[in-house]
Nanobody, 128 residues
Framework: QVHLVESGGGLVQPGGSLRLSCAASGFTLDSYAIGWFRQAPGKEREGVSCITRSGGRTYYEDSVKGRFTISRDNAKNTVYLQMNSLKPEDTAVYYC?????????????????????WGQGTQVTVSS
């Protein structure tokens, strides 16, 4: 059975850091592009970052550029989102999602519907 499981969320003060992990089971991630998305209360789910299947290209939503870094370790079947300089507006449930991809094809932050597999989400709260 296919599963994506996020972990690493929690409560952090403004300016702090968290590293989210997205671990896959039941399939191998190396044929998939992976996206991180978030949804704050009362808001639509939005793309935060994505990484191509090889890890060669990464994309970020404007508000997180320079603060968040996405990476992947295909040997561990895991994708990470390092979040630094966190702000209260980063508070949300964070989800990872996977979509089958070909080598050399970019990934997308604004095409949420193309992602086939989703995790259950992990809460990130930035507050003093």
């Amino acid at each position: 059975q296919v599963h994506l499981v996020e972990s690493g969320g929690g409560l952090v003060q403004p300016g702090g850091s968290l590293r989210l992990s997205c671990a896959a089971s039941g399939f191998t991630l190396d044929s998939y592009a992976i996206g991180w998305f978030r949804q704050a209360p009362g808001k639509e789910r939005e793309g935060v970052s994505c990484i191509t299947r090889s890890g060669g290209r990464t994309y970020y939503e404007d508000s997180v550029k320079g603060r968040f870094t996405i990476s992947r370790d295909n040997a561990k079947n895991t994708v990470y989102l390092q979040m630094n300089s966190l702000k209260p507006e980063d508070t949300a449930v964070y989800y990872c999602a996977a979509v089958p991809s070909r080598v050399g094809v970019r990934c997308w932050l604004d095409r949420i519907s193309i992602y086939d597999y989703w995790g259950q989400g992990t809460q990130v709260t930035v507050s003093s």
